[in-house]
């Protein structure tokens, strides 16, 4: 497989080599070993997830406080989607940017982004389903969300109509996401990302 890095720090897409005859198609959408040569760190496995979507359907964007923070691997094993990273840490030389890659089931990328940055997609297809691995367990209080289509984030949807979920539609903007202070500061994110060990876990006394 082929890692590139992204242009915002934390943020990888992953092409895998598939292999293909009349019977049909082997890959290997997911390696430990050539994530962590690329990340520094390998990913803990600590939750997988899966979404179905509408085509339409627009979810994000999701961050998490840091730490402990969520890094996720994600692809599309279904359908296709516009797959959106936003950099939502404070502090951050690319504070407010956001970078797209397309996921579907044809090339069969994938994408990973580190602790504090946000992430989003919006279904190209109906039936869009992503796969998600998580190093960190669903934790309702430290999860939130800055509003998708908040202009000041100005994220190039591919839906005429996006649907929302009504906590989406309810999320704040980001200037008053960081004003209210859930943003992830920069500087603890890449603390907190030195910090992880062969483990994929803080061994840090101050994190």
């Known amino acids: 497989m082929k890692i590139r890095e992204l242009g915002i720090e934390g943020a990888w897409e992953i092409t895998p080599q598939q292999h293909g005859d009349p019977r049909g198609m082997f890959m290997e959408w997911y390696r430990f070993d050539k994530l962590a040569e690329a990340v520094g760190h390998p990913l803990r496995l600590a939750q997988a997830n899966m979404s179905v979507s509408a085509r339409g359907v627009v979810r994000g964007i999701h961050f998490a406080d840091v730490p402990p923070g969520q890094a996720k691997y994600v692809t599309c094993v279904r359908g296709a989607v516009l797959d959106v990273i936003v950099d939502l840490r404070v ?99 890449r603390r907190f990302v030195a910090s992880l060990g062969p483990d994929g876990m803080s061994h840090s006394t101050g994190m």
């Open 91 to 189: 502090g951050s030389p690319t504070f407010g940017r956001w970078e797209g890659v397309r996921l579907d089931d044809t090339d069969r990328q994938a994408v990973y982004l580190s602790e504090g940055l946000g992430h989003g997609f919006c279904a190209l297809t109906d039936d869009a389903t992503l796969s998600y691995l998580c190093s960190a367990t669903y934790n309702p209080t430290g999860e939130h969300a800055v509003h998708p289509l908040d202009g000041e984030l100005a994220i190039d949807w591919p839906a005429d109509v996006p649907l929302l979920s009504a906590r989406d539609d309810a999320a704040p903007t980001l200037a008053q996401a960081r004003e209210s202070g859930l943003l992830p500061e920069y500087d603890n994110c």
